[in-house]
């Protein structure tokens, strides 16, 4: 039995926990970007577009006022860097259009002169009139290929190309174009053309 004296103490029940671990926080190291990968993060960027030639301006078609157009005499006189300048053009142009509409009175003129040819009974008389009716067709025939010329030239005028060889693309000559306004070929290109004509026969 515990004795009197001894006073009774109470157990005690306290536990004692352990202390948690607090885990150290290390800082973090920055990471170093290699240069591959510094490439492999930049956005690709849209590559930019050369500037494109700038197109040459077409000559002008040369189409002035008829007081301010020159005469052969005068434009003969002009010098070889002003070669087919506007007021060249504006004379040929000019030139090719009054060229364009006698062709065009001539077929007019010639389809009405057949239209009112009455009959003929004396055989002779009759002979005369269809011979003549014939060369008549045949000249409007001729006519009619140098219209197609002649409006074809009047595009190149357009086109900046009138007076210059379509083969070798030296100056035709003015001259030239005075004697014949629908040269596509210098004298010297159409003369090497004629010879190969006749000796090849194409």
């Known amino acids: 039995m515990p004795s009197k004296n001894t006073p009774a103490t109470k157990a005690s029940t306290a536990v004692t926990l352990p ?25 690709p960027t849209e590559p ?5 030639a700038a197109k040459k301006s077409p000559k002008s078609n040369g189409d002035l006022s008829e007081n301010n157009l020159p ?3 005068e434009l003969l006189r002009m010098p070889e860097d002003e070669y087919m300048n506007d007021r060249q053009l504006g004379f040929f142009r000019d030139r090719l259009r009054q060229l364009e509409q006698d ?22 008389d009759r002979a005369t009139i269809e011979e003549e009716h014939a060369l008549e067709l045949r000249t409007r025939d001729r006519e009619r290929k140098l219209l197609k010329k002649v409006q074809q030239s ?8 009138y007076g210059w060889c379509d083969e070798t693309g030296e100056p035709i000559g003015l001259r030239r174009l005075l004697a014949r306004p629908t040269a596509t070929l210098s004298l010297e290109a159409q003369e090497r053309r004629e010879m190969r004509q006749k000796m090849f026969g194409d």
């Open 154 to 161: 009047i595009v190149r005028i357009d086109s900046g190309e």
């Open 103 to 124: 062709i065009l009175n001539n077929a007019g003129a010639t389809t009405e002169h057949l239209r009112e040819t009455q009959f003929v009974p004396d055989p002779a």
């Open 71 to 73: 005469s052969e005499a």
């Open 48 to 52: 930019v577009a050369a500037p494109k």
């Open 19 to 43: 202390k948690a671990k607090t885990a150290a926080v290390k800082p973090a190291t920055p990471v170093q970007s290699s240069p591959a990968n510094a490439a492999a993060t930049v956005e």
